[in-house]
């Protein structure tokens, strides 16, 4: 139940603090007077939108606190306690916005964002608007009421959810299907390429190895002329050969020994060279014992290369990057498969998420149905009592001629009424003038804030188009629903106001220099003379106070 409003700085409001108590309040005043400005302050408190332009004329802040007792709602209580924003004492909401048009919320003293101020506003109050009857020529609006009114609202957004979640993997399945033929024959013709890249086999510096050998054996003959020739030139040449020369260059040399400095250096050096070409003349031997001139071994090195410069020619690229290329190869079909694997998986979800939103879907249509019976009888008796004698109501559920799954469930939402007797039922904007809708829109407020588990409600001028005895009738249909609870009701009309618990008089203070607004309770004088101009205008008369005191009276009385 909200207990306290505060208002700082908000539009034409300077300071206002209200106290309020349970049962209905009516709030009245002049047009102007700023009965709205006060809901509207209330509604930034419960996470409506703000701009700069709300705060004040030459203030540099708005700011709003709304109080909460919250004993009758445990939901709330618990909303609070999963985010430890609970407190001891009652809830309070705050809102600050600045001139600049930054907006800051709070909840128990805790910054939080607008989005929590909404969640936790949904809990504690519910505001019906003067535009609701608009919004009721809308077959959107008779979803959402029936569903309000059924219970299921959890429900239908989990239809919603499985809408769509079976769309997304629909389109997503008919993205990787229409790809299909493409990626059959891309797959056929990467597995081809990767078979011939297989079956080469091509090992780690093979390339390199195959070329030098085949190098090699290419130049066989000249290779081993090469060698014989080096080898008499070292060592087997009568005519003279290298380590003939140094040996007897070290005999001449060792004739002198004893000899130190340039000349043993000398000497050494010749040592030397003389046992490094003896081990080269060993080495070229070997070479010649051992080396292989096999024309067989000559013809496979040719072969094997051509394959391999073929291939890498098919590819266009140098056959040194044919290893890179298998690897990419085999990524790639590795990824068609993948997609093979994903259209299969995608399938089995669909089917998965179409079971799934069936069973949602059909759980919802039995609430509906069963709930659309009830409301329908319910806002049909109290358009009766509204002033539409022999008015029917009725909601008609049509099946939705869909094979896929729809997000608002198996079945369309329509509210049909008959305004007079003898009338066929009609859609609403096609059968009902301003007044009766204004009526119609009335009756289901009143009927679904009764099933309401929230205890605080709101009403800002849903009266509009009403008058004569149906007003009464009005009053006395909001005085019930604030027996259960709170209920704020911002009227014109004095048949309402004297069927409040309690009566808020709200009405512009002017100074010197600026006008602003301000809140008065009411007592039962002050409510005999408010109502007293509510039916008369500004001169007040014995008459009309007269009237307006039986008018209090009587509704106390009931």
């Given at each position: ?5 505060s208002i700082h700085n908000y539009a034409i409001v300077d300071h206002l603090d209200l106290e309020l108590d349970a049962g209905m309040s009516a709030i009245s005043g002049e047009t102007g007077a700023g009965k709205s400005i006060m809901l509207d302050a209330l ?516």
């Open positions: 139940m909200l207990v306290h409003l509604g930034l408190c419960l996470g409506d939108r703000a701009d700069s332009g709300v705060v004040r004329p030459g203030a540099d802040k708005a700011d709003i606190l709304a109080s909460f007792d919250l004993t009758d709602i445990p939901e709330a209580r618990a909303w609070l306690a999963e985010r430890d924003l609970d407190s001891d004492g009652p809830c309070i909401l705050r809102r600050v916005i600045t001139a600049e048009g930054r907006s800051r919320g709070y909840i128990n003293g805790s910054p939080c964002p607008q989005a929590d101020l909404k969640a936790i506003g949904e809990l504690i109050i519910d505001i019906h608007s003067q535009h609701e009857h608009q919004s009721l020529l809308k077959t959107d609006t008779h979803r959402r009421l029936l569903d309000e009114y059924a219970g299921s609202q959890e429900l239908a957004r989990q239809v919603q959810l499985a809408a769509q979640r079976w769309k997304q993997t629909r389109n997503e399945l008919e993205r990787i299907s229409s790809q299909g033929d493409e990626q059959r024959a891309r797959h056929q013709l990467l597995s081809y390429q990767l078979e011939e890249l297989e079956n080469l086999a091509l090992g780690d510096n093979e390339l390199e190895q195959l070329e030098q050998e085949h190098k090699a054996l290419s130049n066989a003959e000249a290779l081993l002329g090469a060698c014989r020739q080096v080898l008499d030139l070292c060592s087997e040449s009568d005519a003279g050969n290298v380590l003939s020369a140094l040996t007897a260059s070290l005999n001449r040399l060792g004739a002198f020994g004893g000899q130190g400095g340039a000349l043993g250096e000398a000497s050494n050096l010749l040592a030397s060279a003389q046992i490094q070409v003896e081990e080269a003349v060993g080495e070229l031997n070997r070479f010649v014992d051992h080396f292989d001139a096999d024309p067989q071994r000559q013809q496979f090195l040719e072969e094997r290369l051509d394959t391999i410069y073929t291939l890498a020619r098919k590819h266009r690229i140098q056959p040194g990057e044919l290893a890179a290329l298998q690897q990419q190869l085999f990524e790639e079909l590795e990824n068609l498969n993948a997609d093979d694997e994903a259209g299969e998986r995608l399938a089995e979800e669909l089917a998965a998420y179409a079971r799934h939103y069936q069973e949602k879907a059909a759980q919802l249509s039995k609430l509906r149905g069963n709930a659309a019976e009830r409301l329908a009888a319910a806002v049909e008796r109290e358009m009766q009592a509204l002033g539409m004698p022999g008015g029917r109501f009725s909601i008609q559920l049509q099946a939705v001629n869909s094979e896929e799954p729809h997000a608002n469930g198996l079945e369309s939402v329509e509210f049909l009424v008959s305004a007079n007797p003898g009338q066929p039922l009609r859609g609403l904007a096609k059968v009902a003038s301003g007044g009766e809708l204004s009526r119609i829109s009335l009756a289901i407020q009143v009927i679904t804030a009764q099933t309401s588990r929230v205890p605080t409600l709101v009403f800002d001028e849903v009266d509009v188009g009403i008058g004569g005895p149906t007003a009464e009738v009005v009053g006395q249909l909001l005085r019930r629903l604030g027996e259960r609870g709170q209920v704020l009701c911002v009227t014109h009309l004095p048949q309402v106001a004297a069927q409040g618990h309690q009566h808020l008089f709200v009405h512009k203070r002017r100074g010197e220099d600026a006008t602003s607004t301000a809140v008065s309770k009411l007592d039962e004088s002050g409510r005999v003379e408010e109502i007293a101009r509510m039916l008369g205008g500004v001169d007040l008369t014995e008459e009309s106070l007269a009237h307006a005191r039986k008018m209090v009276t009587s509704a106390q009385a009931a």
